[in-house]
C-alpha cells in the first residue's frame, strides 16, 4: 500500500492567470473528493513552460492547508494555494 495520496490543487500564481491546477502528492490520507488521479495531467510542470514559479515547498503548503483549512477545501473540491 501506498501511504501517500493525491491531492487536488488549484495554485494562484503573482500572474493573474487562472488558478494552475495541479495535483500534489501528501504522506496523509485525503478526503476522496480532494483526490486527484495519478498522472492526471496538471496545468503546469514543475519548472517550465509557462514561466510560473512553483513554490519548492507546494507539498508542505498543501500539507499545511489540509490542516488548517479542510472544512473549506472540502467544500470547495479542491486544496486553494496562493502564491
Ligand atoms: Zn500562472
Not at 501506498?2 to 501528501?26: M, Q, T
Not at 490520507?29 to 514559479?53: F, M, T
Request: contains cysteine.
Amino acid at each position: 500500500m501506498n501511504p501517500n495520496s493525491s491531492v487536488k490543487v488549484h495554485f494562484e500564481c503573482d500572474r493573474g492567470h487562472a488558478p494552475h491546477e495541479l495535483c500534489v502528492a501528501v504522506n496523509q490520507a485525503v478526503p476522496p473528493n480532494l483526490r486527484c488521479e495519478a498522472g492526471q495531467p496538471s496545468g503546469i510542470s514543475k519548472g517550465g513552460g509557462s514561466g510560473c514559479r512553483i513554490p519548492d515547498n507546494l507539498q508542505e503548503l498543501v500539507t499545511r492547508e489540509l490542516r488548517d483549512n479542510m472544512q473549506e477545501s472540502r467544500r470547495q473540491g479542491y486544496v486553494l494555494i496562493r502564491d
